[in-house]
């Protein structure tokens, strides 16, 4: 199994990512709990979260979130925002619509989005 290399992410990133902070796990309990840690602590820049694995994943409405290693990159993003809760629902949807615009732009696949953030091909889940 090919490990998550700090390296090999940056070499992608443009230019006005490149002081983003980058937090990578072989496993976690959840990048989004972890996430949450990290914003309890008062982390103020920009940072993603990435794992190979997580042992207690979780998905829309409570629901655990099959995780282990060698099936994907898990990863949350921590954006430290002056927003109200009423505005930040945008933000998932909004990432939605990026993350299947990027794909389409880069690749000859044509995702779609189904609910607010779960991303697709064809009838598989590869994102959300």
């Known amino acids: 199994m090919k490990k998550i290399l700090e390296k090999e992410i940056r070499s992608f990133l443009h230019k006005e990512f490149e002081n983003i902070l980058l937090f990578l ?4 309990d959840s990048t989004n709990n972890e996430a949450k840690r990290m914003a309890e602590k008062k982390c ?8 190979e694995s997580q042992t207690a994943g979780k998905g829309r409405m409570g629901r655990s979130f099959y995780s282990p290693a060698g099936t994907g990159i898990y ?13 930040a629902v945008l933000t998932t949807t909004a990432a939605s619509v990026a993350v299947t615009r990027a794909i389409r732009m880069n690749t000859t696949l044509l995702p779609t989005i189904k609910w607010v953030n779960d991303i697709y091909l064809g009838e598989k889940k590869i994102c959300g």
């Open 25 to 28: 796990h072989s496993s976690v």
């Open 44 to 51: 103020v820049m920009p940072a993603v979260i990435l794992t």
């Open 75 to 87: 990863m949350s993003f921590l954006l430290p925002v002056k927003i109200g809760a009423d505005q």
